[in-house]
């Protein structure tokens, strides 16, 4: 079965056991995390969107407009309304998902204080040209929830900006969290948290047979739970999935280099079936993301579902991205006529599952059944 989502592979079930019993190696972690963030402190948070508070109310952003990507996570709205921030939204390049950098100059105003630059699905935006083109009037914030390890020049992304965060849990099995990148005068104290049911439910669904007991049962009970916030400030990372991190941090240089060469040969084989691939040097592939061929739009959804008969467990992240969801719509008055490529991608998007783990087998074998359900389409 192939997931998405991070999974815990048996032979590392040691490994995850004793992250439930062990408490983590702080000392040995801040070292490790040094590496990447040489002159910034780290804080650990339960959520990444608890780090975006943190520097909302760190760079008094509350009552002021920022820029940001059309093509986001809607888990934004909220944040913007409880802060009373003013979005201007940005279209994307579609070869990149990233910000298209000639919108900024047509949407910044005298009112900008701040741009939120997402380094989508793991690609590096490119963030000097975004500097040029502002001429360093904006607090750059770096959305690096699929950007852990990603860098240019020796640069690592989270260095670019003001401030950065990022999610955990999307890049590792790490049950929740965030990170919070950030100057090192910046004062925090943050609420203890403890591993709980919710936790629990996350520390199964990296092992796949509970993952496929979710897919089948939890597609059917979510849709009626109403969508909120996890918690309503921020607080810690809990013991759990902070050890949890550290441990699979150990060889994540190794296992980045081999999910890199895995994700550029999946790549290859998705353009021969006409599949549009975020094409750079600079990729993490946090998310293997494609467009589905243009003559298959209409069926992408069916196509996603169908291959669930193989066990391929594809998602469609941002298929529904803030311009979409209805009240920020209202809100905010939105033209989506504006925003012609993120209304592109959110119908064509497609996240291929790749693990660090997987061989060029195992992606021979998910091309093969794309092949066939593309075939019966």
């Known amino acids: 079965m192939y997931f998405v989502h991070p999974q815990i592979k048996l032979n590392n079930l040691d490994k995850a056991i004793l992250s439930l019993a062990r408490s983590p190696d702080l000392e040995k972690l801040i070292q490790k995390l040094s590496f990447y963030f040489p002159r910034k402190q780290f804080i650990f948070t339960d959520m990444g969107r608890s780090a975006f508070k943190i520097i909302i109310e760190k760079l008094n952003l509350k009552n002021s407009e920022v820029l940001l990507p059309a ?4 888990i934004f709205y909220p944040i913007f309304k409880r802060y009373n921030i003013r979005p201007v939204f ?3 390049d579609l070869e990149t998902f990233n910000i298209d ?3 900024i100059e047509k949407k910044i105003t005298s009112k900008s204080k701040a741009i939120l630059i997402c380094h989508t699905y793991g690609l590096l935006s490119d963030i000097q040209r975004i500097k040029e083109i502002t001429n ?3 607090l750059i914030i770096e959305d690096c929830a699929h950007s852990f390890g990603l860098q240019k020049n020796g640069i690592f992304a989270g260095n670019l900006g ?4 990022f999610s955990l ?3 590792l099995p790490t049950l929740r969290g965030g990170l919070l990148v950030c100057p090192r005068d910046w004062q925090i104290n943050l609420a203890e948290t403890f591993f709980d049911f919710r936790d629990c439910l996350s520390f199964l669904n990296c092992f796949s047979i509970f993952a496929l007991l979710f897919k089948i049962f939890g597609n059917r009970i979510a849709p009626k739970i109403p969508r909120k916030e996890k918690r309503e400030w921020p607080s810690a990372l809990n013991r759990v999935s902070l050890n949890l991190f550290q441990r699979f941090l150990e060889n994540f240089e190794k296992s980045l280099k081999k999910r890199i060469e895995l994700a550029l040969y999946f790549q290859e084989e998705l353009k021969k079936l006409g599949f549009q691939v975020q094409e750079s040097k600079n990729n993490v592939f946090c998310y293997l993301s494609a467009l589905i061929p243009g003559n298959l739009k209409s069926k992408r959804d069916c196509f996603v579902k169908t291959l669930r008969k193989y066990k391929i467990f594809c998602t469609r992240i941002w298929q529904t991205p803030i311009i979409l969801n209805p009240r920020a719509q209202r809100e905010y008055q939105i033209n989506l006529n504006e925003f012609p490529n993120t209304v592109e991608a959110a119908k064509r998007i497609i996240n291929f599952p790749l693990q ?5 087998k195992e992606i021979k074998k998910m091309i093969f059944s794309i ?7």
């Open 356 to 360: 660090n783990y997987y061989t060029e």
């Open 162 to 165: 003001e401030a950065a965060f």
């Open 371 to 377: 092949k066939k359900v593309i075939a019966n389409l």
């Open 136 to 138: 360093n009037r904006l």
């Open 101 to 103: 950098t000639e919108e």
């Open 169 to 171: 849990y999307k890049f």
């Open 90 to 92: 940005l279209d994307i």
């Open 71 to 74: 093509y986001i996570c809607d």
